[in-house]
């Protein structure tokens, strides 16, 4: 806490993976000897620099950019990044440290990082963020590359950004060097189900995670939070399994819709419009907004947050289970409050953490990255079959490493446990580097 002043949710995050590793650490006590848990906390390298850009009026905005380069242990960094008013260190940390142990889960051969800026893309024309993804783009470029440090998207950082920022790497460094971003636009380099894959991942471990109780969507009262990139697209999926997705949110307000939410309008709305979430309901009979309380005082049998951070509070919770929620799978990062998972774990809702349940995303950046490198794109069906073998594969090594630590059914543990597993052994036979 102290080499750290003030970053509250980068020491939430690292609380709530080192609180899982006690049985770990007294069998293998090689971590702790090692410094591993010392280094893990510490990034391998934090870059913080300066975003000069020139708004429509003529005026100079500065903005802060950052890329936390935590731990390569397992391949090159890779993480999101995040364009929001709300972006500062503490937050850029606690995603980047979340990413190592996620990113360990899919299997794959990927080191965790994460980025950002604490520039707010809402309300901006289209000059706008073009100019300001390239002022940061123009720092960033010089610390990324396809073996070294790959970004791709998160909050505020969907296709149109992105292309932006490849375009302004292409023009510095003349090298088409499509493995250096991903989440890329199909024609230049992206894969198929990229967009998708977050929030289809989500509802796919849900899905898995229900049937161990022999529970399946079909006919489910679903409630999803936020109407960004990984909301719509796990509406879209719990949809295609049968469920009835009731509700959505935005910061300005929550909407419930007691006939099913209408995805195409929803689309049309936050895609195309770019509008907030009231334009919906202006269109929609029967759909009510609502901006007091939370989303999650609606009724529901399965909740997916996938909004923000500390978005479902204890109070939320206790709603949750008054009401008889049967499971949560978090969508978005860290979006379950500590006392809300615990509250949530001892009425025995089945609860899938994050860095499990929403590594879809990033699984199938690590297809995107191998689409670039054999300069191959694969099909819509395909890659939607390897995103479901992943998910599945997390889904049940989570089981049984809380099978084998004495913990069974505990996702918090079993995710925890086997993404630091296998960072750590990584890390040792890495020497200490
Ligand atoms: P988007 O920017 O596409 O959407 C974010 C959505 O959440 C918006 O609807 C936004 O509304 C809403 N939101 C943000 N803050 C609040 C709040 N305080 N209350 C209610 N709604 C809020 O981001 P993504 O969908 O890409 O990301 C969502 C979450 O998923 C993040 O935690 C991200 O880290 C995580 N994630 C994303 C991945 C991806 O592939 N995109 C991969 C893995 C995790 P508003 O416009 O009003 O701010």
């Not at 073998?389 to 099978?403: K, T």
Request: hydrophobic content about 40%.
């Amino acid at each position: 806490l102290r080499r750290n002043p003030g970053e509250a949710e980068f020491h939430q995050a690292v609380r709530e993976v080192f609180t899982s590793l006690g049985p770990v650490l007294a069998k293998h006590p090689q971590y702790v000897d090692s410094g591993v848990l010392e280094r893990m906390c510490e990034p391998e390298r934090q870059i913080i620099f300066r975003v000069p850009w020139v708004d429509d009026a003529s005026r100079v905005q500065i903005n802060r950019g950052f890329r936390v380069e935590f731990n390569s242990a397992l391949g090159p960094f890779k993480g999101g990044l995040r364009f929001h008013p709300s972006v500062y260190l503490g937050i850029v940390k606690f995603l980047g440290f979340e990413q190592v142990f996620k990113n360990s889960l899919t299997g794959m051969p990927l080191g965790g990082g994460k980025g950002g800026s604490d520039f707010d893309p809402r309300g901006r024309s289209e000059g706008e963020v073009m100019r300001f993804c390239q002022s940061f783009m123009t720092e960033l470029y010089r610390h990324i590359g396809e073996y070294t440090d790959v970004p791709a998207g998160d909050t505020g950082v969907g296709g149109r950004e992105i292309g932006y920022l490849f375009g302004q790497y292409k023009r510095i460094t003349n090298r088409y060097e499509s493995g250096v971003l991903t989440g890329k636009g199909i024609s230049w380099g992206g894969s198929l189900v990229r967009t998708e894959a977050t929030g289809y991942g989500t509802v796919l471990f849900a899905e898995r995670m229900l049937a161990r109780i022999g529970r399946g969507f079909e006919d489910q009262r679903v409630s999803v939070s936020g109407s960004g990139n990984v909301a719509l697209h796990a509406i879209e999926k719990a949809q295609q399994l049968g469920a009835r997705v009731l509700t959505f949110s935005d910061s300005s307000g929550y909407v419930v819709d007691e006939a099913g939410v209408d995805l195409a309008l929803l689309r049309e709305v936050k895609e195309v419009r770019r509008e907030r979430v009231a334009a919906y309901v202006e269109r929609r009979p029967g759909a009510r907004l609502i901006t007091e309380g939370s989303v999650w005082d609606v009724p529901v049998d399965v909740a997916l947050p996938c909004a923000t951070q500390n978005e479902l509070t204890a109070r939320d919770a206790q709603r949750l289970v008054t009401s008889g929620v049967t499971a949560v799978a978090e969508g978005a990062n860290m979006p379950t409050t500590p006392e809300a998972v615990a509250l949530l774990r001892e009425a025995g809702v089945l609860f899938a953490p994050g860095k499990a349940a929403n590594a879809g995303g990033v699984a199938t950046s690590a297809l995107e990255m191998q689409q670039n490198a054999s300069r191959d794109s694969w099909s819509f069906e395909y890659t939607e079959e390897r995103l479901a073998s992943v998910m599945a594969d997390i889904h049940d090594r989570c089981v049984d490493v809380a099978e084998e630590y004495g913990a069974p059914g505990d996702y918090v543990a079993g995710a925890n446990i086997a993404g630091f597993i296998r960072v750590a052994d990584a890390m040792l036979a890495l020497g200490v580097v």
